[in-house]
């Protein structure tokens, strides 16, 4: 039985009507002009609705209006790519704002400097401007007080009273478990703007890796204790390298609890090359099947025999739920013939049925189907169950069958529990002759009070 942990805050999307229409007009090539009617018998919508939607594009600078001309896609600083899309991308948590994810971001402002240059820079910032910072409250709020989004690294939250202020401003916190530099080096991936034979496509690993968190072979136990709670316990197994950054070795959770605090690294961590390393130009897809061969939770990027990141399993969901719906249809590569069968009254059990593609190697199963398809079950499942925004917290994901794969099989997705904050979904593939794969989920809610979290 294979084991693979996965950790995430990727949101599970509940789309709007008018978000829907919006992602249609975004896709359109800039220049292209509609009108009203022409968008309503398009879309079979009500020109109402139409109205409504195209006021919503020109307040975010998708589209302009023109007299006599009508309605007009226009071309944003980032090629089209929208803030929606970034957050997606990037693996970003929504904390608020959700509804007003609909433009194109014109600048990514990191706040490094004086609080006085800053606020300068804040304040010459052009509409739907993002400002990365970390837990400073002050350049929070000097931020949001300019009309500028906040992008918060390192897994910062705001306080209630920044919250607030976004709210009345209608501005969005999004929040990253990455550092600056990290999520900096994404976005240009993400926008094109990185140059040169190591950008191949958004399949690389150097897009989607993160800052690599690492101990020094002369470190002491102690040393373990303080990245691992800094860290609350993401990596499982944690480089140890010389101090030029070669790898020497790693060193997991089990061998460091079990040694005392005065003891060096060198003593206690497994010496050699770590079984999933892989390279900035390597593929995500082949180093999630390196992982799932190999049972580990994380993969060490290497760069010239140096180390210079991490994937992690957080990282692996992030792309399998990224490449899935990167075409505008989430996941529907995989799950496009998945249909409910059954459900209990309560709605804690819906069974589905999908039809998977002929496959001829192992390595085509676990994160080519199983994951995709396990996790749009139990997207599907919220949806219906819960009317609430829903983010990933924690979860699990086990490969129980190893054989070829193919043909009907069903899906069966229970809510184990549910509370006010939050609920834990799993979702098991198997059909009459075995069990295939096993997803276990931690989901938060959004707080109710939170106009953005409404759907």
């Known amino acids: 039985m294979g084991w693979f942990p996965v950790l995430g805050r990727k949101g599970v999307r509940m789309v709007s009507k008018q978000e829907k229409i919006l992602d249609y007009i975004r896709k359109m090539s800039p220049g292209t002009s509609f009108s009203i009617r022409s968008l309503a018998a398009k879309l079979q919508i009500s020109e109402g609705t139409a109205y409504k939607a195209i006021k919503a594009a020109e307040s975010t600078g998708l589209v302009a209006t023109k007299s006599k001309v009508g309605s007009v896609r226009i071309a944003g600083c980032t090629g089209g790519v929208m803030a929606s899309e970034v957050v997606q ?24 400097g004086s609080t006085d240059q800053i606020r300068k820079l ?5 509409p739907n401007s993002f400002c990365l910072c970390g837990d400073q409250t002050e350049i929070q709020n000097c931020a949001l007080e300019c009309g500028v989004h906040l992008l918060l690294t390192m897994g910062t ?10 709210q009345a401003k209608h501005l969005c916190i999004l929040s990253s478990s990455q550092d600056a530099s990290m999520l900096l080096s994404s976005y240009d991936c993400l926008l094109g703007n990185r140059k ?22 002369n470190d002491y136990i102690t040393d373990w204790y303080r990245f691992h709670q800094k860290e609350l316990s993401q990596l499982l197994v944690q480089p140890v390298v010389e101090q030029d950054l070669s790898i020497c070795g790693s060193i997991s959770v089990e061998q460091a609890t079990s040694a005392q605090l005065s003891q060096k690294i060198a003593q206690v961590y497994r010496q050699g090359p770590y079984p999933c390393t892989v390279t ?8 999630m099947e390196k992982m799932l061969a190999t049972g580990c939770s994380s993969a060490f990027v290497e760069t010239g025999g140096k180390l210079s990141g991490i994937v992690n399993s957080d990282d692996i969901l992030r ?5 899935s719906s990167s075409a505008g249809k989430p996941l529907d590569r995989y799950t496009k013939s998945m249909s409910e069968i059954d459900q209990n009254e309560e709605k804690q059990i819906i069974t589905y049925s999908v039809h998977l593609p002929d496959v001829t190697t192992e390595t085509q199963i676990s994160s080519s189907l199983l994951l995709p398809c396990l996790l749009a079950a139990a997207e599907r499942h919220c949806r219906k169950a819960f009317n609430r925004n829903i983010s990933y917290s924690t979860g699990s994901f086990y490969t129980l069958e190893e054989k070829g794969l193919s043909g009907d099989v069903m899906i069966d997705s229970t809510i184990r529990r ?22 276990s989920l931690t989901l938060d809610f959004a707080p109710i009070g939170d106009p953005d979290a409404a759907k």
């Open 280 to 287: 900035e130009n390597d593929n995500m897809q082949d180093v």
């Open 196 to 217: 040169g034979p190591t950008q191949q496509g958004t399949d690389c690993v150097r897009n989607w890796m993160r800052t690599p968190q690492y101990l020094f072979y």
């Open 122 to 126: 804040l304040q010459e910032c052009p």
């Open 418 to 439: 549910s509370s006010t904050t939050g609920c834990v979904i799993e979702a098991e593939m198997y059909d009459d002759t075995a069990r295939y794969a096993l997803v």
């Open 319 to 323: 792309y399998s739920l990224y490449s």
């Open 157 to 166: 939250l705001p306080s209630d009273a920044v919250l607030r202020l976004a």
């Open 89 to 112: 991308r990037l693996g970003l948590r929504v904390i608020c704002g959700e509804t007003h994810l609909h433009f194109e971001p014109t600048r990514l402002l990191s706040a490094c």
